[in-house]
Structure formats: C-alpha cells, structure tokens
C-alpha cells in the first residue's frame, strides 16, 4: 500500500464573515499526511464554512491554507485536489454508478478508465451495480457510490461533510467503522466535518471541537474526553458532572459543606467548578479513596454494557450527579444509601 | 492493491475555461439583455419624459397624466381585470397541472396538447371565436344575459390567453416531487390533504406565485384582447395602444408603459423573497414521485381537465370554423375560399417568414434563455447575477407594442452601429427572443432550482470543467423543461403580432400580422384562415417536439424510471 | 430564398439573409390588400428596372412608423396613406416636394396646397353609414337617412363608430360634423348620438364589418369597406347622410433623403397619371383628376357633390383640443368617472 502521496495540510488563521455574522474567527489547524481529522461543533458553529473554504466552494476573508507543500488559498476548487464527499452525496441521477463513479476521470483511455471504476467499485463492495441509477441504490449504496466518485481520481486529501447524517443509526455505525478502516488502507488525509460526537470518536484520529467560529480544542479523541481543554468542550463531548466551588484557605476545593481535595494546590481563582466524567466515580469502593462522601441513589438505568446512576451527595442536597458503572459492580449496590468517591486524578478544575 | 497511487493525476487545472464560461457568459447575457431589453427601453422612456410635448412627452405632461382622474380610473379598470383573470385562471391552471404531475387520470397528453391550443394561435383567434359565440350574432347569444363586449370579454378572452402560460409554470413546479416525502408522509398516517399542504404546497407556492404575477403582467399588458372583445371598457394597454397608433402620442404611450413595468419589478421583490424560503425538493438521494391511483381523486381531476379542455376545444373549433364559412352569418356553406393565401401580395412569403423566424428564435433563444438562466442560478451570486435576474423580469412587464417602438427608436438611430440589423429578420429574431425571455427564463430557473445545489460544487470537485458538467448532467437532467422552452419560443414566434409589427419590413413580413391586416381589412375569414393554418403548424411543431422528447426521454433517460423494489 | 443549415451560425446568417435587385423601392402604404398586386403591377411594366416592396398596415400603425423612424427613414415613397398623416409628416420637414407630370390636371384641393406640393392625391374616401337590412327587418329598425336620424332612441346602443382617438376615421366624422353643424351644435349632435352608440371602435372600417355581419345593425364607416363587402353578399345599405360627408384623400408623397430619388419620382409621376387613376376608379368613386371616376352603383350619382368643403388645416390645427374634448365626454362611457 504506497502511501507516497498522502500530504499533510496547514489551515493559518482562517477569518470568514457572513455580513455581521463571523463564521470564522481566526482558525489554524495542522493536520498531518494520513491523518483523519473530524470538525465536531453544533450546528452554526462554522464547521461547515470552514470545509467549504478548503474546498474553495467558499472564499476566506484573510488567511491561507496549504495543501502538501501548494498554497491554495487563492485557487479555484479544480485546482485544489481533493474529493469531496457531501451530505446530500449529489449523485448525478442521470448518469448510472459506472458514469458517477467515472466522471472525474476525463482525459484517460476508455479501458483506463474502466479498469479504475472497476477497481473502485470493487472498494466500496458494489461490484454488480455499475449499471444501476442512484434513484435504485439504498441510502447507505449511494454514499459507497458518492465516495468511490470521490476517491477514483485519486485526491490527495478527502473532504466528508456530514455523510452519515441521513442514514439510520445501525447502517451509519456500520459504515463509519468501514469508512474509517478504508481511508486507513488509502491513508489518505482526510477532513471529516460531523455534529455528531460518537462519529467523531470512532473515526478520529484527531478531532477539532469548533464553537463560535473558533478551535476550542484540537487533540486526540482520548486527550478531548479526559481533558477537556474548555466547559464548552467538556459539555459537548460526553457526559459529565459540575460542582461548583470555592477556594478554601488551604488550597483545597470547597463545595458546599464539603471540601474537595485535588490533584494539586488551588492556586488561581477565588472560585469556579470541578468537572468530572460518570466513570470516574467509584461508587462504593471496595478500598480507601480520597473525597469518599456519603449519598443517595436516586435512579439506576441499564445501558446494556454498562449502568448509569444518578445520585445526590447527602452534603448537597438537590444536586444531581452522574456515575457509570460496568454490570459486574452492580452487586455491590444494596439499597439507596451508598458510598461514593470522587478520585483527585479525575477532577478538572474550571474557572 | 494500489488504490492511492494509482496514476491518474489530474488535467491541467480547467478553471480557465471555466471563468470564461460563467463570467464571460454572463457578461455576454448582460450585453444581450442591455441591448434587446434595457436601452430600447430607455429609449422609449426618454421619449416619454424628454420628448416634445407634441406628441405627449415631457415632464408636464407626465404630472398632467398621472395626476388625472381618468388614468386612476383606468389603472383602477386595469387592476380590476388583472386580478380577476389571475385569480380564475390560476387555481384553475394548478388544477389542471395538479392532474397531470400528481394524479393517475388517463389520456394525459391529450389533455396536456389541448390545454396548450391557445399558445397555438395569435390572440385575434379566440377573440374571433368568442365574438362567433357570444356576440350579439352568436351562436351562444341566448345564453348570457348581455353581449361579450366588456369587462367579462376581456377576463375570458385573456384567461384562454393567459391559461397556458400559467400551466407552464405550475407545470414544472410540480414536476418533480420526493417519492420519500410522500412515503413518511404516510408512514406518519397523514391525510391526503395534510400531505398535500405540507409537502405539494409547500414546494409549489413559489411556483403558484410566480404564476399569479405572471398571469397579472400579461393582462395588464395585453392591448390584443381589449381591441377585439373590450366593447367600451378601457384599460391602459389600450390607452398606449390608442395614443401611439391613433395620435402618434409616442411620449404618452411612453408614460403608460412606464406604469405597466411596476407589477413586474414589485413580482421580481417578491419571487426573490420568496426564493430564500423555498428548500431543494430534488436532492441527488431523491426518488422520482409516481402517483398511485385512487379512483375518486382521479375521477374528480377528469372531471375539471375535461372541463377546462371542452370549453378550449369550443373556442377554437369555432374558430376553425369560422375559417371555413363562406360569409358570416348569412352564408354559412363551407369552403376553402379563405386559404386562397397565393393571391395576397407577398403569397406565402410572410409564412414563410413566420417559420423561419420561429425556427430560429426557438434554437437560439432556448440556447441562451436556459444556458443564462443556469449562469443566474447556479454560480456564486453577485451583483452582476442580481442585475441579470431583475432584467430578465423586464421584458414580461413591457406591453409589445411599447418593445416595438422602443427597437424603432433604438436601431435605427442614425448614430447605432447596428442600425443595419434595423428591418431584417434578425433583429425581429433578437426581438421575439427579449419579448419571451421571462416566461422562457422563469421555466428554465425553476427547472434548475429544483436540482441538488452540490452538484457544481460536487464537478468542480472532480475538476470537471463546468461548461462539460452543464452538457452532461444539468441539460439532460432538464430536457423536458428545456424542450418547454423549445416550443413556448416556436409558438410564440409563430403567433406575436404586437412587437413585430413596427419591425418588419418588405422581406420579413409575418403570418401573423398578416392576419392582422385581414382582420383590420374587414377580411375576418381569411384572418381566421391564417390563423387556423399557424395554429396548425404550431401544432405540428408541438406534436413533433412531444413524440422527439417521448423517444429521447425512453431512449436516455431510464433513471426517470420508478427503482424496481422502491 | 433563404437558406437552411443544420449549423446554428447558418440559420442566424440565414435570418440576416437578404435578397437584392436592381431598383427596390420601399414603399409604405396604407392600400387594402386587394389592390396592392394590381398596382404594383402596373407600375412594374412602365418601369422593369424598379422593383415595388411594400410595407402595409392600416393608417395609424404606418403613420406611426413613419414619424418613429424619423431619425433613419427606411421608407423611399409612401404611396396611399391618408392626406391628413401627410400633412403631419410635411410638418415635421419628412417630406421632399416635387411636382408630378400631369400635376396641371389633378383637382386643386386634392393635393398640398404648396407648389411644388408635398403630397398629391390619389382618390376620395368619405364617410358612410352601413345599415344591415336583415338585422333591421328583426329588431324592427327604420333606415337612416341623414346624421340627425341617427339620434333617434330607436338606435340606442345599435349604432358602432370609430374611436376618434384611435382612428383617423373617427376623427375625420367627428371634424365633420363640427364644421358642418358648428362648434356648439356639433358637440350637441354628439352627445346625443353617444346615448345611441354601442361601441366605439378602434379601427374606421371594423364598424361596417360589424354591420355586415349584423353584430350592430348600423356602423358609421366609410365607402370602400361598404362596397367590398356589399359585392360580397352583405345585407348592406350604403346611406350617404344628406348632410353631407367628411372624406379624406388618399395620396402620394416622397420621403425626404431617399436613395432611390429617380425611381421615386417615376413612382410619383405614375400614382398621378391616368393609367394609375384607371386603377383607383375600380375601387373608389371619386378620383383626384376629375371626370375618369365611374360611377358605382352601390352609390348614388351625386355622391361628389355630397362631399362637405372640408378644411383640413382647420382639422389638423385644432385635432389635439377637440379630441381632449372628445375623450373628456365620451371616452369610457360604460363607467361613471369617480368623484
């Protein structure tokens, strides 16, 4: 598998206004050859304007963007070298899968260009349709189709904006681990614009979690869930538990009656909030834990691979918190009064 | 496997071929459009407020003319015939193009061949038809309790008129649905109706609009109807018509025709706002709509399309008729006398003339019409995009006869460079093609609208020059609405009498102003001769066109075929 | 004549396509069709070099087009067009003044009054009522014979005329009665026969072929129509008004800055000769060289002598005030002006 032209890609400083409105606040990204890379905000956060500016189907209002070693800021969207997979996958509906598939492919021999549509059908497992119109594929066959398009002229980086957004759940988790391990086998660059956190989890290598026009945080999957570089990040990825606190003369957390100790001294602000994911709360350990509180369990749901609690800590009463358990530690639960641990290494402090 | 490196690198970047053909073509459609539309106009208002006052023109007699009782008085007349024919004739219109796109009645271009006969004809023919029936000689005399001559001529003669130009548009606004739409709509258990509010209402009121405004501008328009049926109810048109034609009051016609262009430029304001509400309602995932049958539905839409087609089959067969009597009302035996064309000077030439003028108009003007129109609607929009939008509303709004004029004082200006076009068929080619750009340009746009808008961004991506994409993807997709086009052009051609009429000359004398001199000449029979005998040629052109875009539509366009399974 | 291609670029050359001949003279007129062929013909045999293109439509429309195309004639002779839209096409400086062969013998007020004139006549058309006898035997309707009978209630909304506004026919019976019955008197024969009208037409022969057809039983109209359509089996009564008739003359005029000069006085020489005026005695009673014109026996012999002294600068002076006159009386008689 020659992964010789794979590129690596420079966003710089990207600004992009719609009237009054910023959609793009000064955005830099680098992603390197081979990479995929999702754009994870909601909806109006400038995801997709941002893509639409690195396909060149949107003109920036200052900064530039490279492409391997090419400058493209300036360039027309054919000079840009890329496919680009859309939501909609605006299929041709008069031309068959064969002709959709074959349409960037101009300027090569006939048997050439054959021989490629073939191979790419053969990638996206749809050898048989080539004949077929995209009005007779599924949903899931169309964007196979809209992708080999993509791939077939072989792009040196591929754009995916929003592509499991009209298919139902079971189809789309199928298809994002297959469209990942594809693009791993190509290693080809890839941009991947989705609303969607569990998409991006699954596919990233990377992920940018975008709001107001700007990077909030650009890190690996893992690095975004265990430490959330802003609230807003935090929030949006994942679940996760607020206390709001105050410094205690000791440098220790105050919340409530009850007083957290952290991984380290508190040292910046008079106040702010603790943030903690539900997994991370040992609920009665079977050893000694630090910040170990007694609460009430208020509901348990079953999720299958795990279960999810909700509980108040008898010292803050009217404040629901979340924990997340494997199955196996369910027998340790008996009855509504239990114990629970706040571990220091899981709380992140906010300001 | 060697997918990644496989050596198909691209071509050359095509982006310069690209810029020429969107920029350069628009740019080129603008100069069109400025010079068929925008300074013949001008040159026309400068007539009106620049002009001596003997013939009407000026400033004072602009205030004398607008201030006046009498001209509130005939807007008020104007407004009130317009309305009322857009608002009879368009539900009437969505009806019927309801019954064709989303009902499975029988014989649908049967119904859709007859509906197009007043298109067929010029508009002396149903004027003619009508007077037969209803006037105070008519056959149908005893069924109305006053003669035609008036408010309810004018508002029949200019439904027949205006009928098949609505349909046009309501046409192709419900000719493309999401099958899927339709399927949720029922899986959620909605009524019919409540689907037919959410989802056929919803992606046709623009369309609905767009023909209400339309209906409106050509009635308010129109001078033809009015002269025939009118009797004594005064409108504006007729006003210019009388101030040009009877006082050679070039400034006055001016001044009316300035208050004509209103509606069409307040419709522009309006479609516009209303376009930023409307969705794509054919994604590239969409399947094509096919009405199932359902037996009261489909018996209850027969019932209106056979209606509306009886009472057209009427009108013209009387005025078929009426072609081949001998001598109206007394002598009511039948022959051919009235086609005896190779006795009038000139024979045959001005139908000659006629098609030759309707050939090329129909090649030409669909070529440019569609292809701006794609220019217009599917590039980056810009100032020049809004510009080329708003000009091609202006010929709609323009009465014919003013356009005439305005190509008058226009090209044959002593200092124009194209004053040699001035008299030949091509300048009556360039004419005809301006006068029907809107209604051509309107079909065309809302062809294009209905189609996914990431299928440019989707080629650009493939570096597929834009110019090649437009070929292989965007025209075929809008075949139908581009062969719409091809035929609306012909007729139109065929049958314009108003703006022509001050354009031709010896060699480029047209059948239908021929029939307007028959008519005028007190030679009603042989008026309706020649006109029978355009109505049959646009006829022919329009069967031949049909059974042309029949077979290419079987032969190329399977993907229109319902999926099997689906 | 003209060629087709498949190739777009011939038919757009095929449209511009133009055939040439020796001598073609662009002539504007405002003839009936019928007679075009027959006079063209006649003046094609006298001159074989000179080809005849005509550009026909009725008196409004070609007038009107001559004056818009002012700037840029494209017309080299008008040949047939009312005297009147002469006059106004002399007053804007269109037309070049040439004294014909055979000028001494055409009538002293058929032609311009300048020497050399401006425009010189060809024949006589007056006005005319159409009375349908069919129609009038139904509803029972006594036969006109003068203006003032036409006032009678009998007729009420039977009676069609041209709009003076849009027709030089209706102008023309409009001028007429004011000269012939006077200014106040005039204005009050009008009002009084508008009560009778039943429409008022835009073009001045549509009122007899309405006649003719019975739709109105009476149309104020003019000879020509009257006669073609009687031969043709209309149940008309020509009815000349004893008061007398206003009439217009038919005439020829050359347009200033032609390139064809020669061929246009050949054509102004032949529209004033005897073998010209041979041809307009087939279709008009009164001709503008006295004692050639036959008598038509749909019309009475004294029909001349029923012609008014008509003054046409009187006409053409006062044509702006008397048709805002006109128009502030009757124009959109079928609705109440607002208050």
Redesign the interface.
């Known amino acids: 598998m020659a992964l010789s032209h794979s590129v690596n890609m420079q966003v710089r400083n990207i600004h992009k206004g719609f009237g009054a409105f910023k959609a793009l606040d000064g955005v830099s990204l680098d992603i390197a050859a081979g990479e995929l890379v999702c754009l994870l905000g909601p909806s109006g956060c400038g995801k997709t304007t941002l893509l639409r500016c690195i396909a060149g189907l949107e003109r920036q209002d200052s900064g530039s963007i490279v492409i391997g070693a090419r400058d493209v800021s300036e360039l027309p969207p054919q000079a840009r070298d890329y496919g680009i997979l859309f939501q909609s996958y605006a299929l041709f509906p008069n031309l068959t899968v064969e002709q959709n598939i074959g349409y960037g492919l101009h300027g090569d021999g006939r048997a050439t260009i054959k021989a490629r549509v073939a191979e790419m059908l053969e990638l996206v497992g749809l050898l048989g349709s080539e004949k077929k119109y995209p009005g007779q594929l599924s949903g899931g066959q169309q964007q196979r189709v809209a992708l080999a398009r993509a791939l077939a002229p072989a792009p040196s980086l591929l754009l995916l904006d929003e592509p499991m957004s009209a298919l139902d759940a079971r189809v789309r988790e199928h298809l994002c681990g297959e469209l990942r391990e594809l693009q791993k086998r190509l290693g080809i660059t890839t941009l991947m614009v989705t609303h969607n956190q569990d998409e991006a989890m699954l596919m990233a290598d990377r992920i940018a979690v975008i709001n107001h026009g700007r990077v909030e945080q650009y890190a690996s999957p893992q690095e975004i869930y265990r430490s959330p570089a802003s609230p807003f990040v935090a929030e949006f990825v994942g679940q996760g538990n607020w206390l709001p606190f105050e410094r205690s003369t000791d440098g220790h957390a105050q919340v409530g009656d009850i007083s957290l100790r952290l991984p380290t001294l508190l040292s910046g602000d008079a106040r702010g909030r603790l943030f903690c994911r539900p997994e991370s709360v040992v609920v009665n350990p079977s050893v000694h834990e630090d910040n170990l509180f007694s609460a009430q369990m208020r509901e348990m749901t079953f999720l299958g691979n795990r279960c999810r609690l909700r509980f108040e800590l008898d010292a803050l009463p009217g404040h629901s918190l979340l924990a997340e358990l494997a199955p196996e530690a369910m027998p340790r639960l008996n009855g509504a009064d239990i114990w629970v641990a706040l571990p220091p290494r899981s709380l992140q402090v906010f300001a | 496997m060697n997918i990644a490196a496989a050596p198909y690198r691209r071509q050359a970047p095509a982006d310069l071929a690209d810029r020429l053909f969107v920029r350069g073509g628009q740019w080129l459609l603008l100069l069109l459009l400025m010079l068929t539309v925008l300074l013949p106009l001008l040159a026309m208002l400068w007539r009106g407020f620049a002009g001596d006052a003997s013939q009407g023109g000026g400033l004072t007699a602009a205030a004398t003319l607008y201030s006046s009782a009498n001209f509130r008085w005939l807007l008020g007349n104007s407004l009130k015939v317009s309305l009322t024919v857009a608002l009879i004739v368009v539900p009437l219109a969505y009806a019927f193009a309801y019954a064709l796109q989303r009902t499975c009645i029988v014989a649908k271009p049967l119904w859709r061949g007859i509906s197009l006969l007043p298109l067929l004809a010029p508009s002396m023919l149903p004027g003619i038809a009508l007077i037969y029936l209803f006037g105070n000689q008519g056959v149908l005399r005893g069924l109305i309790a006053d003669n035609i001559y008036g408010f309810w001529g004018i508002v029949i003669g200019q439904a027949i008129y205006t009928f098949p130009h609505a349909l046009m548009v309501l046409l192709s606004a419900l000719a493309l649905a999401d099958a899927r739409l339709f399927d949720a709509a029922s899986s959620m258990g909605a009524s019919p109706w409540r689907a037919f509010r959410s989802i056929t209402w919803s992606g046709s009121r623009q369309g609905v609009f767009a023909a209400l405004c339309l209906v409106f501008t050509l009635c308010i328009t129109d001078f033809g109807v009015p002269v025939v049926v009118g009797g004594d109810y005064q409108v504006l048109a007729l006003e210019a018509y009388k101030a040009v034609v009877g006082q050679q009051q070039f400034g006055r016609g001016a001044l009316i025709g300035l208050v004509l262009l209103l509606p069409a430029l307040l419709s522009f304001s309006v479609d516009l706002w209303l376009r930023r509400r409307q969705r794509d309602a054919m994604s590239g995932r969409a399947q094509v709509y096919h009405p199932q049958p359902s037996l009261n539905r489909d018996l209850a839409f027969l019932a209106i399309t056979v209606l509306i087609c009886l009472a057209l089959l009427g009108v013209f067969g009387m005025a078929i008729y009426s072609s081949l009597v001998k001598f109206w009302p007394y002598n009511l035996s039948l022959a051919l006398d009235h086609y005896a064309f190779s006795e009038l000077p000139g024979g045959w030439l001005a139908y000659r003339n006629s098609l030759l003028l309707a050939v090329c108009s129909a090649l030409f003007g669909s070529v440019v019409i569609f292809t701006g129109a794609y220019l217009i609607e599917k590039t980056r929009q810009t100032v020049l995009t809004q510009a080329l939008r708003l000009l091609s509303f202006v010929p709609m709004a323009v009465p014919g006869l003013v356009f005439g004029l305005g190509y008058v004082f226009f090209f044959n200006q002593p200092h124009n460079p194209l004053n040699g076009l001035y008299g030949t068929l091509t300048l009556l080619v360039l004419c005809t093609i301006a006068h029907f750009f809107t209604t051509a340009q309107m079909t065309a746009a809302a062809a294009l609208r209905q189609l996914d808008g990431e299928f440019e961004a989707a080629a650009l991506s493939l570096k597929v020059p834009l110019v090649r994409h437009f070929l292989r993807v965007t025209v075929p997709i809008c075949l139908p609405a581009l062969l719409d086009i091809i035929r609306y052009l012909f007729v139109s051609a065929m049958t314009t009498v108003s703006a022509a009429i001050f354009l031709y000359s010896p060699d480029s004398v047209l059948a239908a102003v021929a029939v307007l001199n028959m008519d005028d000449a007190g030679n009603v029979g042989g008026a309706a001769a020649m006109s029978t005998l355009i109505l049959l040629t646009s006829a022919g052109v329009s069967l031949l066109l049909a059974g042309l875009s029949h077979g290419l539509l079987r032969r190329s366009q399977a993907w229109r075929q319902p999926a099997p399974g689906h | 004549m003209?060629k087709?291609t498949a190739l777009?670029a011939g038919?757009?050359a095929?449209?511009?396509?133009?055939?040439q001949a020796a001598t073609e003279l662009?002539v504007y007129t405002a003839l009936?069709?019928?007679q075009?062929?027959a006079y063209?013909a006649a003046f094609e045999k006298q001159n074989p070099d000179i080809e005849i293109?005509?550009?026909?439509?009725?008196t409004?429309?070609v007038?009107?087009?001559l004056?818009?195309?002012k700037?840029?004639p494209?017309a080299d002779v008008v040949w047939g067009l009312a005297g009147s839209s002469l006059a106004?096409l002399k007053q804007q400086g269109m037309l070049e003044a040439y004294a014909p062969a055979n000028l001494d013998k055409i009538g002293s007020n058929y032609r311009d009054a300048a020497n050399p004139p401006s425009w010189v006549g060809m024949d006589v058309w007056a006005a005319t009522i159409c009375f349908n006898t069919?129609e009038a035997e139904k509803q029972g309707l006594p036969k006109p014979t003068k203006w003032e009978d036409l006032t009678n209630p009998v007729y009420k909304d039977k009676i069609v005329m041209p709009?003076?506004?849009?027709?030089?026919t209706g102008y023309l019976d409009v001028s007429a009665w004011l000269q012939t019955f006077g200014q106040a008197q005039g204005w009050a024969y009008m009002d009084k026969l508008h009560a009778n009208i039943?429409?008022?037409t835009?073009?001045g022969?549509?009122p007899?072929?309405l006649a003719?057809?019975?739709?109105?039983p009476i149309g104020i109209s003019f000879e020509y129509?009257a006669v073609?359509?009687k031969r043709?089996?209309?149940?008309l009564d020509i009815v000349l008004p004893k008061e007398g008739l206003g009439w217009e003359i038919e005439a020829t005029g050359i347009i200033k800055g032609t390139a064809h000069l020669a061929a246009a006085k050949k054509l102004a020489d032949f529209s004033a000769s005897r073998e010209a005026m041979d041809l307009y005695k087939a279709n008009f009673a009164v001709l503008a060289q006295p004692g050639i014109a036959e008598r038509f026996q749909e019309l009475p012999a004294d029909y001349e002598q029923r012609l008014i002294k008509n003054d046409f600068n009187w006409a053409s002076e006062n044509?702006d005030q008397i048709?805002a006159e006109w128009?502030k009386r009757y124009?959109?008689?079928?609705?109440p002006?607002?208050q």
């Open positions: 003209f087709r777009a038919l757009l095929a449209c511009a396509f133009h055939a662009t009936e069709v019928e075009l062929t063209k293109k005509w550009v026909r439509d009725s409004g429309i007038t009107a087009k004056l818009a195309e700037e840029r494209q106004i069919v709009n003076p506004a849009s027709s030089g039943g429409q008022y835009h073009s022969s549509k007899c072929k003719a057809a019975g739709e109105f129509p073609q359509l043709k089996g209309a149940p044509r048709l128009r124009d959109g008689k079928s609705e002006l607002p």
